[in-house]
Each structure stands twice: as C-alpha cells, then as structure tokens.
C-alpha cells in the first residue's frame, strides 16, 4: 500500500497506516493526506494558490502517487480557496459548499487582499474552484485498497461541515468541527445551538485509539473531542438559559460565564440568539394568514 511513500519526507507526521498530516504556519491550518493503492486523497487544499503550489510541493516530497480526490472539509478560504490547483482530482464537499462559496467567496476575497501586497497579489490570482462532488449526509471514496468515508455529522462550525474517517487505519479528519491551537471558531455562518448534537454524532464515530486530525493544530484524540464537545455544549444552554432568561442579547456575552475567552464568543451568542428565535421563541411566527 505504501510503495512510492517517503515516510521520512519532513514536515510529514504519519497518524495512522498510510495517513499523514502536516501543519502549515500560515492560518496554522492543518491538511491530510491518505495514502491509497490508487493515489492519494488529500484533505483540505489551503488558502490561496501560492499556498496550494506549496502544498503539491510538498505531496511530491511525499508520494509519487497522483492526487485523485480532494476532499474540502468546510467551504472556509484556509481550507478551500487552493482548490484551483487540485482540478484533476475529484473534489468532494458537502452540498451546502458551492452556494456559500458562490455568496461569500468574494467578501472573503477582498478582505484577504486587504492583509498585504503579498495577498493583494495572490487574491488578484485567485480562482474560487467549488467541489464537484457534493453530497447531503454520507459519501465513500474508493482508494483502490481502502474506503474513506466521508461524513457530514450535522451543521457546527458551518452549515456544511465534513469529516473524514479512515476506518481500517482509525484516523479521522475532523476540519474545524475540533480545534486544538484555539477555542473552537464562532463566526458569522456558524451554528452554535446545533454544534453539540454534532460533535454527539462524530465523537461516537471515535474509539479510545482514534488519531482526531483538527482542521488547526495538531493531533488529539477522542478524550479532547469529547471535552471540546462539553464545552461547545455550555456555550449552547448558556445561550439558551440568558435567552429564557430575557437577557438582551448585547448584555447576554457580559452576563454569562463561558468556557472560552469573551471576545471568541460574540458571533456564538448572536447566532444562538438569532436561532432561538427562528425556532419558535416567540421572536418571529409564521403568517398563517394572508393580510
Ligand atoms: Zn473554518
């Protein structure tokens, strides 16, 4: 299975039988690469082209095998927006990825143009590849001599959110459903009321062995996932309690004891709050009668 594997090749870290992982400095993204009699499928393809050109670079360091399938685990720019240098691959996403990237791929753009002339240029470049396979829930990628299967466990970080589970080498790629360099990331696509029964469902996919690849940082296991799934779980019933509780919401981050630094959790309480009242807390109803 790993004939053509320099395991040795640097700034490689094997996790698993044949499955790699490799963290890069810039946005401390971490990728996969799983090593298949077929070829390799390679986990999340960074955030510009230079950055992607890199990244093939150093495929090569590591294997002669082509890259047959690519697999984008949210539609975020650090794990995507390198896509345009993996076109011969099939592309794997979750079915939410290409409308988001459609929307939001732009804005992402011309603020990461904005960081230096270094970006500027790379933005100027940059083409925004969405995957082109897409699935709801459930996919298998066939590598030749082992299947990864490719799960959306629920909506979380983003509405789309993908791991992806090596069964025969017990290492799963997580994306940023599980962070490990900081606190789990609350932006403005996230879904922080729904995070928890996510992470239920991808924690019980983990044994006590399984290597947990973070979309950042560096490797955990299913303990950490399981403490991170805790505490992405009171940010929710924080949520919910300062809600029941008529807390307005621009008063709910001061008002509530959180599990993770203040300033990382404005985007959790909004969303959460927004939710709430889209779920029947009496904010909004649905006209049952014409006007
Ligand atoms: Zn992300």
New binding site residues.
């Given amino acids: 299975m790993l004939s053509g594997v320099n395991t040795r090749a640097t700034g490689w870290t094997e996790v698993g039988p044949g499955c790699f992982a490799r963290r890069y400095p810039s946005f401390d993204v971490t990728v996969g690469v799983v090593v298949g009699a077929d070829g390799l499928l390679v986990v999340d393809t960074r955030g510009s082209l230079g950055e992607a050109d890199e990244l093939r670079a150093d495929l090569v360091a590591l294997s002669s095998a082509p890259v047959r399938w690519v697999v984008d685990t ?1 539609w ?1 720019f650090d ?1 995507c927006f390198g896509n345009a240098r993996f076109t011969e691959a099939a592309i794997y996403g979750h079915e939410t990825v290409p409308e988001m990237l459609a929307t939001e791929a732009e804005a992402v753009r011309a603020s990461l143009a904005e960081r230096s002339p270094e970006w500027a240029r790379e933005m100027g470049e940059l083409v925004v590849v969405p995957p082109s396979r897409t699935f709801s829930s459930v996919a298998v990628v066939d590598l030749g001599d082992r299947q990864v299967e490719l799960v959306h466990p629920g909506r979380g ?2 509405a789309g959110d993908v791991a992806a589970r090596v069964p025969d080498a017990d290492v799963v790629y997580v994306g ?1 459903l599980i962070e490990e360099s900081g606190p789990p ?1 609350y932006g403005e696509d996230s879904f922080p009321l729904e995070w928890p029964a996510t992470l239920d469902l991808l924690t019980g996919l983990l044994t006590e062995r399984t290597a947990v690849v973070p ?1 950042h940082g560096a490797v955990v296991d299913r303990a950490f996932a399981q403490a991170q799934r805790i505490e992405v779980s009171n940010v929710a019933e924080t949520v919910r309690h300062l809600a029941a509780e008529g807390v307005p919401v621009d008063k709910a981050l001061d008002a509530g004891e959180w599990p993770y630094p203040r300033e990382s959790l404005a985007h959790a309480v909004r969303r959460g709050y927004e939710h709430l009242g889209s779920t029947g807390a009496g904010r909004r109803s649905l006209p049952l009668l014409p006007p």
Avoid: E, F, K, V
């Fill in positions: 949210h975020h794990h970080h983003t940023d990331m979309g």
